[in-house]
């Protein structure tokens, strides 16, 4: 049908016919079911798609604030983890050094079964051995090759070579396989960077690690970046609270090698490969002090999003940590939710614009693709649980809002639970968790929400099904917050450290406690003692320290063997344990040393009664193998704050005032006094100054004749050590004889006096007399000292052309007593060398003719008590008869002491004494006055 338009005109016009033209009709049904709902559409669209950027924009800066939270959090839990791992290696070492320390002395075989036991490849990785370092003096060199060799290394050799003052020789190095074994005998101090570290450690008493290097066990091989902790030892029993003091008791240092890949393994969780890591040496970062990457670079290098430098303080040495993030990393937090708003809020925006068209059309249509897009969504949320779950480790997420905690299924594998039994919900949790561990680790997860700690790390203990206990190790972060800070959301995982936590458990007892008795050692003792001090100052309560020595311990060691020894000390730790409250300590001070903490003291008359009934059980018999031991206890007490205000000063004092009790005949106690302070800080000046009278010629030595009663001729002389101290004046050799004896600094000495007597010797026999014999005395230290080398002065006569029977060697009636195999070896070199012996002191000590028999003892010497009141009626004249007539029945000739008057030299030449010596004939004097005295005799 044809439409006519000029009609539709006029009736528009006139309005006279209410009908629409077809067109036009057709126009607004147009308008009514296509155009306004696409406009509508269209809108929502527009609305949706602006909220769905918002939303995008949003998550895009919430994933960027999440991936450095999360970047933040792995550097920062990579670093714990290094500081565990060092901080457990260096408990390694501590525990060697308390093995070291209690015991008397640990063979070979000890050290080896002990590191053995430590099964390093299995729980430490990167150590690739312990060892032993021992300071060998360049005059004991040859002795100590001789001894390792005759341990089963005939090829042994210290290296590298080159004569040196000192050597630190590595002796052993457990295991001792494959590369190890190229390290024994390898001096690694004249290495300046090696020798700053052993400095340092000793110095310090510290572990120390060394900077970049390549091992010895590496040489030849591609470069493996390596370092070498030190742990300093000092000789058994020596203080050393000072530097002075560390420096001289250093006998060596325990050394463990590290390959820092082998380190590395492991250390950065199951995702390790998704950050690149770098540690470089020091503050400098360049090829040459790079020490570990864990990357190779790429051919197409990757600029990070995160990038991090940290400096990490490792054993007193600085490494520098930079990590960079990876495109595994980036890409897991970064493009995953934002990318999924914005695809899933286009879908919905273009979804909920389709169902807004077609609610303008059809409700049916549009109540089935809203189900289709619900279910959507439902799939995806399942997608990002099943994301959270994919970790290694238990997952869980602490919803703050509504208080609901969500632990993943891993949470009841480490518990022994079965996946049904899994009970969510922080109550839940706390029923697993040990009570102990329930508000300290709730006390560290609010210390990280109130922004005290970047992030929360903490260790406890939870029960599992079958009522065993297992370790573990929760971390985690803040995910988001309000806009007043209130934490909403904290997602973390759990890890199981349960064998981690059984070795450093084993490791802390080696470290912490004596092997032989259990009881805790000098490491434990010293933080127990500075609770109590801590505990003290609260109180108000004083405390006590007690020194126990176990007095002739020596002498059941020598007669029964060690074992014996061993078994007597355990008992006498028993046995102090019940004289003392549970609170208190009994500590293993060192060989058979022990000290005791009495804290809480509101009567200071119970530290008498404690003393009293450990010298009363001590005194008791020990039955060691069915032998019956007598030994008896010295105590040393002082208290806190009356006596010392510090640890050091404490266990000085109880220490001074130990041996005071010694000197008072042993078996009692005593209290420090001011007096004794006073005369160890005299006492210790003196060691210090002794330390380098012999470099600076303070030391000289002088000469006392020795005349023959029946010519008055002198050919014979005493060689004594005096000291002019540069402020102090001549000092005493009663003052310092004793103090170079207990510092092995009489060693030196013995040297010297012996060289500048021979020299002497020299001239006189050719002057004056050729049978001149001067007589050196030699400490009892000389003799125990297994790096002494006699043959030294045997070769010293030898290059001086002079006899062996120009010396003689006095010695004491206690060496002869003590005499062990290796004494009477020196005994019989000196006899072999021509050299004579003189027994000094006779009649003191406890000497039987067996000894002077055996000994072939060429003079004795009568001590000056016996002289000093001689009388022709006196018993002492009597006892100087008998001890002349028996010495010249033994062929042994007779030398008196202390001779000051005409009457006693007299009297002792009536009874037949061949020689004397004392301020009757001249004091001791220098060499140029002696020889006047020569002169005038002649």
Not at 319 to 331: G, H, M
Not at 489 to 518: H, P, W, Y
Not at 826 to 849: C, E, H, I, P, W
């Amino acid at each position: 049908m044809a439409i006519d338009l000029g009609k539709i005109d006029v009736v528009r016009e006139t309005g006279s016919h209410q009908t629409l033209p077809d067109a036009l009709l057709l126009e607004t049904d147009l308008v009514d079911r296509w155009v306004k709902p696409l406009a509508l559409s269209a809108t929502v669209l527009s609305i949706l798609l602006a909220l769905t950027f918002a939303g995008w924009l949003i998550a895009k800066n919430n994933a960027t604030h999440y991936l450095e939270s999360s970047f933040d959090f792995r550097v920062r839990d990579l670093i714990v983890r290094i500081n565990q791992r060092m901080n457990t290696y260096e408990q390694v070492l501590r525990g060697v050094q308390g093995l070291i320390r209690a015991s008397d002395q640990v063979t070979r075989e000890e050290f080896a079964d002990y590191v053995d036991s430590l099964q390093l490849d299995a729980n430490f990785p990167g150590i690739q051995g312990v060892g032993l370092a021992e300071i060998v003096h360049d005059a004991d060199k040859d002795q100590h090759i001789t001894h390792m060799r005759g341990l089963g290394f005939p090829e042994y050799n210290i290296h590298p070579e080159g004569k040196r003052d000192v050597y630190v020789v590595i002796t052993q190095m457990e295991p001792f396989k494959d590369k190890n074994q190229v390290v024994l005998g390898y001096d690694p101090y004249p290495q300046a960077m090696i020798r700053q570290s052993m400095d340092k450690a000793r110095n310090q008493d510290i572990a120390t690690i060394s900077g970049k290097m390549q091992l010895l066990q590496d040489k030849g091989e591609p470069e493996t970046p390596a370092f070498i902790m030190y742990f300093p030892l000092y000789k058994k029993g020596a203080i050393h609270t000072n530097v002075a003091e560390r420096q001289a008791n250093i006998v060596g240092w325990v050394d463990a090698p590290f390959r820092m890949n082998d380190l590395m393994s492991g250390i950065g969780g199951e995702r390790g490969n998704d950050l690149d890591v770098k540690i470089y040496d020091g503050d400098t970062i360049s090829a040459q002090t790079l020490m570990y990457a864990s990357k190779t670079p790429d051919k197409k290098p990757h600029v990070p999003l995160m990038k991090k430098l940290e400096h990490i303080e490792i054993s007193g040495h600085r490494w520098t940590l930079i990590v960079n993030s990876l495109p595994a990393f980036e890409a897991r937090v970064q493009k995953n939710e934002p990318r999924f708003i914005a695809i899933t809020g286009a879908l919905f925006s273009l979804l909920l614009a389709t169902l807004t068209w077609i609610l303008a059309t059809s409700r049916v249509r549009a109540i089935n693709i809203a189900k289709n897009m619900t279910e959507s969504l439902r799939l995806s949320e399942e997608r990002w649980k099943y994301a959270l779950e994919g970790s290694g480790d238990a997952v869980w997420d602490w919803d703050m809002q509504n208080g609901e905690l969500f632990l993943s299924k891993r949470w009841n594998e480490m518990l022994g639970y079965p996946h049904e039994d899994n009970a969510n919900g922080l109550e839940s949790w706390k029923k697993l968790v040990h009570a102990d561990d329930i508000e300290p680790t709730l006390q560290m997860m609010r210390d990280h929400m109130e922004g005290k700690t970047p992030a929360f790390t903490h260790e406890y203990r939870t029960w599992c099904k079958d009522g065993s206990m297992r370790w573990i190790l929760g971390r985690g972060m803040v995910m988001s917050r309000d806009a007043d800070g209130k934490p909403l959301r904290i997602l973390g995982t759990n890890t199981d450290i349960t064998d981690r936590k059984a070795s450093d458990m084993r490791i802390l007892e080696l470290a912490q406690f004596d092997v032989l008795t259990g009881l805790p050692n000098r490491v434990l003792l010293m933080d127990r003692l500075e609770q109590e001090i801590k505990k003290s100052k609260r109180t108000g309560l004083p405390l006590a320290v007690m020194f126990t020595d176990i007095d002739h311990f020596k002498e059941v060691n020598d007669t029964l063997g060690h074992q014996s020894g061993d078994n007597l000390l355990k008992e006498a730790a028993k046995r102090m344990l019940g004289c003392i409250r549970e609170s208190d300590t009994v500590a293993r001070f060192g060989g058979d040393e022990f000290t005791i903490v009495l804290g809480d003291l509101e009567d200071i008359s119970s530290v008498e009664r404690v003393a009293k009934q450990i010298l009363q059980k001590l005194a008791e018999p020990f039955n060691l193998d069915g032998e019956l031991v007598y030994v008896s206890v010295s105590i040393g007490m002082t208290l806190y704050p009356t006596d010392a205000d510090n640890i050091q000063a404490l266990l000085k004092s109880a220490d001074q005032a130990m041996y005071a009790a010694k000197n008072l005949g042993r078996n009692r106690y005593s209290y420090f006094t001011l007096y004794m302070q006073e005369a160890a800080q005299t006492r210790m000046r003196l060691t210090s100054d002794l330390r380098t009278a012999l470099s600076h010629e303070q030391l000289f030595v002088v000469y006392q004749p020795i005349v023959e009663l029946a010519s008055g001729d002198i050919h014979k002389a005493e060689a004594l050590v005096r000291w002019q101290h540069p402020t102090r004046g001549l000092v005493s050799p009663a003052d310092f004889i004793p103090i170079a004896e207990e510092t092995g600094l009489i060693v030196d000495i013995g040297q010297f006096v012996f060289e500048e007597a021979a020299k002497t010797v020299k001239i006189w026999r050719e002057l004056y007399h050729p049978q001149f014999q001067i007589s050196i005395n030699k400490s009892p230290v000389q003799f125990y000292d297994m790096h002494e080398n006699h043959a030294n002065w045997f070769d010293y006569l030898a290059s001086l052309d002079m006899p062996g029977q120009s010396i003689t060697i006095e010695i004491t009636e206690g060496l002869l007593m003590d005499a062990s195999n290796n004494i009477i070896d020196k005994l019989l070199a000196f006899r072999d060398a021509g050299m004579q012996v003189s027994l000094d002191d006779f009649g003191t000590g406890y000497s039987s003719l067996s000894y002077l028999k055996k000994f072939d003892i060429d003079y004795l010497k009568i001590d000056q008590s016996f002289v000093r009141n001689l009388t022709a009626e006196s018993e002492d004249f009597a006892l100087c008869e008998a001890i002349i007539v028996m010495a010249h029945k033994l062929n042994i000739k007779v030398i008196a002491e202390g001779v000051e008057t005409i009457s006693q030299r007299d009297l002792l030449l009536a009874a037949g004494c061949d020689y004397a010596q004392g301020f009757l004939f001249s004091r001791p004097v220098k060499s140029d006055e002696f020889e006047k005295l020569l002169k005038a005799v002649r």
